[in-house]
């Protein structure tokens, strides 16, 4: 069965202090892995699209990378701004446009 | 641009009404997606179309649950009738190739 798991289920942050979040997927087919943000009583935000294994992508304090079997968010110097729900998604070769969402890291960020 | 539109943004109705929800895409994007989410479950694809055409409704929970997409600027959701463990939020996301942009959410109490 696909599954995408996420890490840990919440993180409390200091100002400035680095950490990463991991997203990891069982499924047989990945046509791409995809990151986003989701503040309280809002819909989430697109941040990011990862295609292949060695893959990076980057805005502004966050990077987000991709090996074979997860996916790592790497918040660097976070900022109290960027207290969010972090959510993975994957999209699979026989799905069409269909994702599945892992159910998230919470990140709180303290001043 | 605008984003993707829904409405209500917020529903309280009692158990047993019907209730509509609705959904304007952004414009040029030719997929949509219905997604329900809930904290026990996280975020759930209810179902999506592809140029107007539904192409996966196996997400949808009952036969209570019907959606539609009369043309590419305009979907509804609808539950008839309504139960308290419909209470969730409900998003509306459109993409034109890969990534998903999502409305603000319709939040629905159902007592």
């Known amino acids: 069965e696909d599954q995408v798991t996420q890490s840990p289920e919440a993180l409390r942050l200091q100002e400035g202090e680095s950490s990463s979040l991991n997203c990891s997927y069982t499924?047989?087919?990945?046509?791409?892995l995809f990151w986003y943000r989701q503040d309280p009583g809002k819909g989430p935000e697109f941040l990011f699209t990862?295609?292949?294994a060695g893959e990076e992508k980057e805005k502004e304090r966050l990077k987000a990378t991709l090996t074979k079997k997860e996916s790592f968010l790497h918040i660097t110097a976070p900022k109290p701004e960027d207290s969010a729900t972090y959510l993975c998604?994957?999209?699979?070769?026989?799905?069409?446009?269909?994702?599945?969402f892992g159910a998230g890291t919470q990140v709180v960020v303290t001043p | 641009d605008a984003g993707v539109i829904q409405s209500p943004r917020h529903e309280v109705t009692e158990m047993g009404q019907e209730v509509t929800l609705r959904c304007k895409p952004i414009?040029?994007?030719?997929?949509l997606f219905w997604y329900r989410q809930t904290m026990m479950r996280g975020l759930e694809l209810l179902i999506y179309?592809?140029?107007?055409?539904?192409?996966?409704d196996s997400g949808m929970p009952e036969d209570r649950f019907s959606a539609k997409m009369p043309n590419a600027s305009f979907s509804t959701l609808k539950i008839q009738p309504s139960e308290p463990r419909d209470s969730a939020v409900y998003f509306c996301?459109?993409?034109?190739?890969?990534?998903?942009?999502f409305g603000p959410g319709t939040r629905l109490t159902v007592t």
């Open positions: 996301a459109s993409s034109r190739q890969n990534e998903q942009y």
């Open positions: 499924v047989s087919g990945l046509r791409g």
């Open positions: 990862l295609y292949s």
């Open positions: 998604a994957v999209r699979l070769t026989d799905s069409w446009g269909k994702l599945q």
């Open positions: 414009s040029g994007h030719n997929s």
């Open positions: 179309f592809n140029n107007n055409v539904p192409i996966d």
